[in-house]
Nanobody
Framework: QVQLVESGGGLVQPGGSLRLSCAAS????????IGWYRQAPGKQRELVAR???????NYADSVKGRFTISRDNAENTVYLQMNSLKPEDTAVYYC??????????????WGQGTQVTVSS
């Protein structure tokens, strides 16, 4: 079974930086898509960034130019480098992936989330 584990969250002051990591483990044949969502207090969960297996990326307009998603294929790990953080970036960040456990079976997986708090 596939498991996603996030790390790297914490408390940071406005303008600071954090780097989130998401490590996928288990029965992995291929990761088709992997990325990050976030959910702020009282708000709906939203897509932050995603990375396709071919290298294409998508970012929410609110984070373009500040966040960068990347992947270490050898370790099945995806990163989210967050710079110039703002209070409105405060949220629980979740790793999400569409992963094939076999050549023909694809499922969506979610991590448990990591808290990011941007406050002075």
């Amino acid at each position: 079974q596939v498991q996603l584990v996030e790390s790297g969250g914490g408390l940071v002051q406005p303008g600071g930086s954090l780097r989130l990591s998401c490590a996928a483990s288990g029965s992995i044949f291929r990761i088709h898509v992997i990325g990050w969502y976030r959910q702020a207090p009282g708000k709906q969960r939203e897509l932050v960034a995603r990375l396709m297996s071919g290298g294409t990326t998508n970012y929410a307009d609110s984070v373009k130019g500040r966040f960068t998603i990347s992947r270490d294929n050898a370790e099945n790990t995806v990163y989210l480098q967050m710079n110039s953080l703002k209070p409105e970036d405060t949220a629980v960040y979740y790793c999400n992936a569409a992963i094939a456990s076999t050549i023909s079976v694809v499922s969506a997986y979610w991590g448990q989330g990591t808290q990011v708090t941007v406050s002075s």
